[in-house]
């Protein structure tokens, strides 16, 4: 009987003490702190035993993370459209007897007491459980980015306040498809006969220009990105871009001063029905003979679309995103030539004459369109791999215009002006347009690496437009010397197109704020 009322005495000091020996808890003990949206910090053995829990978040203290350890707070300067890299929680480990944190408890968290309350505290009346770990500092962000190192799964960073919006500015070193010219300047043997000069198909005459693509070296340029997060949960976001590239130029230049070497401008004669030409210079013919051909074109753009968090982890996001696209690719291509002609057998011109030519022909692509694509980021630590195809569909406005003229300036007398030139002529000369349905797929990889606030990149760009005009693709060598036109009305213009291509690196930086 007396060892019953041992035992019975020795139970109900058990009862009577257990929630404070629990309090005192001797071993290892951890809650896990889950932090709602106003910033109160709740503490149980799961979020939903948290959500169960009776307490009204009012009735919590509010969270003082000076030196709580931080497991998955903010673990990056999340762009604007990038959702979080974690959900933002907080564990803590305490030893209730000396108010010093212990190693991490076994995973099974204990967050409620066995009398059934559950337990929240202050993390910042304990010391942190890491020295070498940084704190998680001011939630107000009063600085731009803490020096932490936190593993959030997918490797370490900086971790940062949330940011809403990026600038990034990047070089561009691009090339592209090259632009066809058609055989413009030609050269023949000293000795070969005038009727044979500089005409093509024959053994004695080379190809001094054209005939070839133009424009395939790269160029460099530009291209500034801005994005704005529209929503707190980085769930849309707006972006801008805007690029564009340096003029692609390609010029020719070559004179003869008396005659030889021989200078001369090919063409298909449309009366005789045979490959022609017309000299510049030739031995005892034309003198002083230059021929100056200058080609340029231009490129920019500009885009506008809402990007919308699709599907993603801690380690991945992908994006939907929809807009707006512009594009205006213009070339131009410009050929002058001159000549003293000493003595002309078809006895047209008077001797020491001296006539002045020139061809003119411009394009201009301007597209808009909608523009539709998927967006994808892949995060490991402060790296970032960033994945963006769309395509644009819409219309594109091009225009073409063709200006030609001549200046006979005889020796005595007064000059003449001609509207007509060699290829450019009264059969083709105006101005034309036309709007033509075009698609421009786009492909984008970037390399990130962050620094705090700070992003560096590199990347590599793919663009394709399926229907481009340029200007060599608008000459007709076809030429009806008559005058007025007596036969076919040639050179004649129609629009011919092209598809092209643009590709090439990029090196940026890039600022969230």
Known sequence: MNQFWQLSSALALITLFAPHVQAQNF??????????????????????????????????????AGNARARTIQTSAVKPGAMPRAQH??????????????????????????DGSTQYYDPAASQP???????????GCATACDACQLNDGCGDVCCCCPTRNFARIEYLMWWGRGRALPPLVTTSFDGTDMAEAGVLGLFST??????????????????????????????????????????????????????SPILARPFFNALLLQQDALLVAFPGVSTDGVIDIQSRSSMLGADAFVRHAW???????????????????DDSLEIRNSELVLLDPQAI?????????????????????????????????????????????????QSVTIEGGTLIAPEVGPAVQSPNGLLARSTNIGQYSRDVFTFVPEANFTLAYQQNNWTFTMGYSFLYWNDVAWAGDQIDTRVNLSNPVIGDQVPAFAFRDTDFW????????????
Not at 129 to 139: C, Q, S
Not at 206 to 235: C, F, K, P, V
Not at 321 to 327: A, D, H, N, P
């Open 349 to 397: 011109f008077p001797p020491n004459t001296t006539i002045s030519m020139r061809d003119y022909f411009r394009t201009k692509n301007e597209f808009h369109g909608g523009v539709l694509g998927l967006a994808a980021d892949f995060y490991r630590g402060p790296w970032t791999l960033s994945l963006l195809g769309k395509m644009a569909i819409g219309n594109q406005r």
């Open 502 to 513: 643009l590709q090439g690196i990029s090196f940026g930086v890039e600022f969230n704020f």
């Open 311 to 329: 599907a993603g982890s801690d380690c991945w996001q992908v994006d939907l995103l929809g807009g707006y696209q512009f594009s205006r690719l």
């Open 206 to 259: 080379t190809i001094l220009y054209g005939n070839n693509d133009i424009g395939t070296d790269w160029r460099s340029g530009g291209r500034l990105t801005l994005g704005h997060q529209l929503d707190a949960e980085g769930a849309w976001t707006a972006v801008g871009r805007f690029y564009g590239l340096g003029d692609s130029t390609d010029s020719y230049h070559a004179e003869s001063a008396t005659g």
């Open 89 to 114: 929680e907080l564990t803590s480990y305490y030893d209730d007897n000396d108010n010093n944190t212990i190693p991490p408890a076994p995973a099974d968290f204990t967050g409620k007491q066995d």
């Open 129 to 139: 459980f890491d020295p070498g770990i940084a704190t998680m500092g001011d939630i």
């Open 27 to 64: 071993g290892p003990r951890s809650w896990k702190s889950y932090v709602p949206g106003d910033g109160r910090a709740v503490s149980a053995a799961s979020k939903s035993a948290v959500d169960e829990a009776p307490l009204a978040e009012e009735d919590l203290p509010p969270i003082v």
